[in-house]
């Protein structure tokens, strides 16, 4: 199980926006609950998020490392890391 600490939480909160057309989570403790309830998965680098969708079997052929990094779907987080959020 992930762990989501205050900064993914944050971002999650911030960015929510672009994957749904009204927010789902309004605190830190529902934006937890819902990226739980989702499984939302935390990449610790751009490396692991493309990993991610590989193993996940999803179509990423013939998009850019940046495409991928800016889908809908993925929430930097800052530091680094990536939220994965599948919607």
Do not use: H, W
């Not at 929510?16 to 680098?45: G, I, R, W």
Request: glycine share 6%; aromatic share 10%.
């Amino acid at each position: 199980m992930n762990e989501y600490d205050e900064a993914v939480l944050k971002a999650f909160l911030k960015q929510q926006d672009k994957l749904f057309p009204e927010p789902v989570a309004d605190s830190m403790e529902a934006a937890e609950y819902f990226l739980e309830d989702c499984m939302a998965t935390v990449c610790q680098n751009a490396k692991e998020v493309l990993e991610y969708f590989e193993e996940t079997g999803s179509d990423i052929s013939g998009m850019s490392k940046e495409e991928i990094l800016e889908a809908d779907e993925v929430f930097p987080v800052g530091d680094g890391r990536y939220l994965i959020v599948e919607g």
